[in-house]
């Protein structure tokens, strides 16, 4: 089933929700779909030592956040690479964290000093090199962006780079996701995840494969998870009406993810097939 137009795609869900397990039914059934994770980038960049990498990981460890800047930094770059956005400069040069100006064919060349960076990452869009870039509307360059953007500051800083043309929002009733996340166990060495509810292990409290005891998360706990599900309503509003206001929103609610894969199935094949 092949794409007439690229799909960009953000899904928009608080915490348990099952984001992960749509992305994962969509990338099954739309094989020109790929992934894009700013977690992912992050961890690729720091184990490959790239200064963009560097920078990264110093901040990591100084125990600050990593900010917007070096997110759109990551995430313009793997467009690059892939060939889905192009500079607008006539050069055909493109900003990035290893360098001021330079091509793309030589990032190995780094800032000299942190103020040389302050000042690329506070400039304007169009001196960073993405204000003006151009975006591969070809069906191949379909991806669904995970982990970004989270707030309507970032969704604007966004918009500079790559327009998003289909903002997902998952919608569960609370107490349905606090009874999965009440019936919820997990096998850490292995990652393995249980649900009384529906995927309940063969022997209660024992994992299938090695026996061994299943433990609780520590963040799994009701009050935890109430202040998580208050943090991302807080925060979700003001981006759910950013995309509303660029008419991309689309809205689905159901009980259950295999309630709603068919109507998420059904409206990308209507918008994009």
Avoid: C
């Avoid at 001021?100 to 869009?125: N, R």
């Avoid at 003006?132 to 953007?149: C, H, M, T, V």
């Avoid at 009384?196 to 009050?223: H, M």
Wanted: hydrophobic share 35%.
């Amino acid at each position: 089933m092949r794409f007439r137009k690229a799909a960009r795609v953000i899904l928009v869900g608080a915490p348990g929700v099952g984001k992960g397990t749509q992305s994962e039914r969509l990338l099954q059934r739309f094989p020109q779909l790929s992934s894009i994770s700013s977690g992912d980038l992050l961890r690729h960049n720091v184990k490959q030592r790239t200064p963009l990498g560097i920078k990264v990981e110093s901040t990591m460890k100084a125990g600050g956040l990593v900010s917007d800047d070096l997110i759109l930094r990551l995430i313009s770059n793997e467009l690059n690479q892939r060939g889905w956005l192009h500079s607008g400069n006539p050069s055909g040069n493109i900003m990035t964290l290893s360098s001021s100006s330079v091509d793309i064919s030589e990032p190995s060349q780094s800032f000299q000093h942190d103020a040389e960076m302050a000042a690329f990452l506070s400039s304007p869009a169009h001196a960073r090199g993405y204000g003006q870039a151009r975006i591969n509307e070809d069906p191949s360059a379909s991806f669904l962006l995970d982990g970004f953007p989270r707030t309507a500051p970032q969704a604007d800083r966004l918009d500079e780079i790559v327009p998003i043309n289909l903002a997902v929002s998952i919608k569960t009733p609370l107490s349905v996701i606090m009874e999965r996340i009440n019936g919820r166990w997990v096998h850490e060495p292995s990652g393995r995840v249980y649900n009384t509810s529906y995927n309940a292990p063969k022997v209660p409290g024992r994992d299938d494969i090695t026996g061994e005891p299943l433990e609780r998360r520590s963040d799994d706990s009701e009050e935890v998870y109430r202040a998580r599900w208050k943090k991302f309503q807080e925060t979700s509003e003001p981006l759910l009406e950013h995309y509303a206001r660029k008419g991309v929103l689309w809205e689905v609610d159901g009980m259950s993810s295999d309630e709603i894969t068919p109507k998420l199935l059904s409206e990308f094949e209507r918008r994009f097939v």
